[in-house]
């Protein structure tokens, strides 16, 4: 059974938002660094976001600047991925991941995360 929990996602038109929602019912977030990877059809799990315990340090995958915001509410124990103007190539699974970091560090790569959600679809289609 997954420690963290996705929602938010499904089928959205070409420029439509989305916002995603991490949780998880067995542990505090506050604790954690938080990531978001998404993983599209037929290619590899890439991060698009991370956040440190804070909420004050973030991180956006460059391409995705513009568009994409994380943010985090540690006293509803919820983080967020705000996603607007989608576009097809934004299609994909997408998965939050936690890690034990300090309070300001955001965290980089899937193999530094050790615990992850189940996903949820994102779908960007006309």
């Known amino acids: 059974q997954s420690q963290l929990v996705e929602s938010g996602g499904g089928l959205v038109q070409p420029g439509g938002s989305l916002r995603l929602s991490c949780t998880s019912s067995?542990?505090?977030?506050?604790?954690?660094?938080i990531g978001w990877f998404r993983q599209a059809p037929g290619k590899e799990r890439v991060q698009v976001s991370c956040?440190?315990?804070?909420?004050?340090?973030?991180n956006i995958a460059e391409s995705l600047k513009g568009r994409f915001t994380i943010s985090r509410d540690n006293a509803n124990n919820m983080v967020h991925l705000q996603m607007n103007r989608l576009q097809p190539e934004d299609t994909g699974v997408y998965y939050c991941?936690?890690?034990?970091?300090?309070?300001?560090?955001?965290?980089?790569?899937?193999?530094?995360?050790?615990?992850w959600g189940q996903g949820t679809q994102v779908s960007v289609s006309s």
């Open positions: 991941a936690a890690v034990s970091a300090d309070w300001d560090t955001i965290v980089f790569g899937g193999a530094m995360y050790d615990n």
């Open positions: 956040i440190s315990r804070s909420g004050s340090t973030t």
């Open positions: 067995l542990f505090f977030l506050k604790n954690y660094a």
